[in-house]
């Protein structure tokens, strides 16, 4: 057996590491599965066999491909996957991240807009690689059962996807406080989140209803994934979940 190699964000391949996200690429993206690594002393071991043998994907017992593909001593089990593409519904809510920073935070929102059943998620003019290991690890295999699609713009977003939408930017300053009781009522909408750092420019404004999270002075801001958990926990409860 070859080892596997190191990811690079160029490469076309990357691995899901961890035995949940794991399974999930099996039972999720069957067809994008290359190969899967595992330890000897797994308890699940057999189970991840079985599955790879009826799905034909090749299954190594290998703690040095681990180590490779991961540069940590326990992972008791990894899956390698090609690269794919899937568009956004047009018909369902999205949530649309501009120029994210952070691979953790990342992955932590693809597992929580996933658990409050927005499976759409739109990545803005670069950043955070959500096909990096962190990410995928981060999301606990999340990534596996949304529909991820990238943008150069939010322009060109809107382009594709921005007849009747609602477009709901969400900024330190924005026009209108969001809490249970005011979350606007919409079929079809984008909440859209800025960087960590710097937020969204001052022209999203022009694209929507801006929407503020309201906190204390005592902070600058909230973490970016605690945002988008707010904001999709209270349009998803106000206005239904998605599929």
Not at 185 to 206: H, I, Q
Request: one cysteine or more; aromatic letters at 12%; proline letters at 6%.
């Amino acid at each position: 057996m070859e080892l596997p190699k190191k990811y690079k964000r160029e490469s076309p391949f990357s691995y899901a590491l961890g035995p949940f996200p794991a399974f999930e690429l099996l039972n999720c993206r069957p067809r994008a599965a290359k190969a899967v690594y595992y330890r000897e002393d797994f308890t699940q071991r057999d189970k991840l066999i079985s599955l790879c043998e009826e799905l034909r994907v090749p299954c190594f017992c290998s703690q040095k491909a681990l180590l490779r593909i991961s540069q940590k001593e326990i992972c008791y089990a990894a899956g390698e996957f090609d690269k794919y593409s899937e568009a956004l519904r047009g018909d369902l809510p999205h949530v649309a991240l501009v120029h994210p920073g952070d691979m953790g935070n990342l992955g932590t929102i693809e597992r929580t807009i996933l658990g409050f059943g927005i499976k759409d998620l739109a990545i803005i003019g670069g950043g955070a690689d959500h096909w990096h290991p962190k990410a995928v690890r981060a999301s606990m295999g999340a990534l596996f059962r949304l529909r991820v699609q990238e943008f150069e713009s939010f322009p060109q977003y809107l382009g594709e996807f921005g007849n009747n939408r609602d477009v709901f930017p969400f900024m330190l300053d924005g026009g209108r406080v969001l809490t249970p009781g005011s979350c606007p009522k919409s079929s079809r909408y984008t909440l859209v989140f800025g960087n960590e750092a710097t937020g969204l420019p001052p022209e999203f404004r022009d694209y929507g209803q801006s929407l503020f999270i309201a906190q204390t002075e005592d902070v600058d801001s909230l973490n970016l994934a605690i945002a988008v958990s707010i904001g999709t926990y209270l349009f998803t409860q106000n206005n239904g979940g998605a599929n």
